[in-house]
């Protein structure tokens, strides 16, 4: 039932808009309140916040079923879920739940995280925004790069470091004297989702507004594990929507007088698609379940997230050549997914890093730098 109400959301509210949305770089604030309406924001948080209760297997094939119409579509519903909502549920005050988790559910408010920096993405330990404590709280000064929503947010979760060297996380509100998020400019990709900076200029947070139940990175990771999860069920959403559209246009095209799909290499291909989607959906079924079972090592969620980003990448960009010409064309959606996936591939953690996540496990020794 869970699958089936997203699916009739995304194919029925998400897909028509979305040629139009990707095309003239148009963010709808309006979806939040529309998947809110629906339970599909903080699905996984106690209904007592607003959220649907569900377990993390149902929050997969959410995920799967709003990328497969767009990732940037998904990337507006994780970042408000996991790394916002998620973020005061799991570390926040009773009075910041109960301040914002209704409200981000149902869409009212929204939301953005702020971690990356311009000069420090894959290293946020090394993160120069700073948290100075002042009479009643705190005094914000740095900048977040990257940022999803953050031009059209009115909760901002941000990272920063306090005197005393450790990483805590604050939430700040739009309007805040000397905070600011400009928009980002030029992308070509996620263009449905805006993303830009977050600014903050000597910016006043009190006292009730830092995270008081984490310090440290285990914080924004603990966020960032929740969010992977989602991104490796969506990944597979978007190539799987490459997948059926490179079948039915291979039956569909007559070259040679029979069908594109008649040849070996097209079938071959078909069959290749098929069976990574079909191995990383397996993957994503059993770490969710693990993660409701609470036996999930963050290393299983790196694994689905970079195997998951990767594969889908290959593969649109497989549909796309299958295409030909008409491959490159918006209205076949097959190189709006592949741009997508280009960044969904990087975000979160990028391929790389996944793979020296995976390394040092393995071998206990970090070779990051």
């Not at 079923?65 to 973020?87: A, K, T």
């Not at 301040?99 to 090394?126: M, Q, V, W």
């Not at 070509?188 to 440290?216: A, H």
Request: charged fraction near 25%; charge should be positive.
């Amino acid at each position: 039932m869970v699958r089936d109400t997203a699916r009739a959301y995304a194919q029925g509210k998400l897909l028509p808009r979305v040629t139009e949305a990707f095309r003239h770089e148009r963010s709808d604030p309006s979806i939040f309140r529309e998947m809110g309406e629906l339970g599909l924001l903080g699905p996984t948080l106690p209904e007592r916040y607003g959220g649907a209760a569900l377990n993390y297997v149902c929050y997969g094939l959410i995920a799967r079923e709003v990328e497969r119409v767009d990732s940037g579509y998904r990337s507006m519903m994780s970042v408000q879920s996991s790394l916002v909502m998620h973020p005061i549920h799991a570390y926040g005050s009773e009075a910041q739940r109960e301040k914002y988790l209704r409200r981000l559910a149902r869409g009212e408010l929204i939301g953005c995280f702020g971690l990356t920096e311009p000069n420090h993405g894959s290293d946020p330990g090394s993160m120069a925004t700073r948290a100075k404590t002042v009479q009643g709280g705190y005094r914000l000064s740095g900048s977040k790069m990257w940022i999803s929503n953050s031009p059209i947010a009115d909760v901002f979760v941000v990272w920063a470091k306090t005197d005393d060297g450790r990483i805590n996380g604050f939430v700040l509100e739009k309007g805040m004297k000397g905070l600011s998020a400009p928009k980002i400019e030029g992308k070509f990709s996620l263009r449905t989702s805006v993303t830009g900076e977050i600014v903050m200029d000597d910016v006043f947070c009190p006292e009730e507004g830092r995270l008081p139940g984490v310090s440290g990175l285990a914080g924004p990771f603990g966020c960032l594990d929740s969010a992977r999860y989602g991104i490796a069920w969506g990944a597979l959403g978007a190539a799987e929507f490459c997948w059926h559209a490179a079948r039915q246009y291979t039956l569909d095209r007559t070259q040679f007088g029979r069908p594109l799909a008649a040849n070996q290499l097209i079938q071959k291909k078909l069959a290749d698609m098929q069976t990574e989607i079909t191995l990383g959906l397996q993957g994503c079924l059993r770490l969710g379940r693990l993660k409701d079972e609470s036996k999930a090592a963050a290393e299983i969620t790196s694994i689905m997230k970079r195997n998951s980003c990767g594969k889908a990448l290959e593969i649109a960009r497989m549909a796309r050549d299958m295409h030909g010409g008409n491959g490159i064309v918006d209205e076949f959606h097959v190189i709006r997914h592949m741009l997508n996936l280009e960044t969904v591939n990087t975000y979160e953690g990028t391929h790389d890093v996944h793979a020296l996540i995976l390394g040092r496990a393995q071998t206990g020794i970090a070779a990051f730098n």
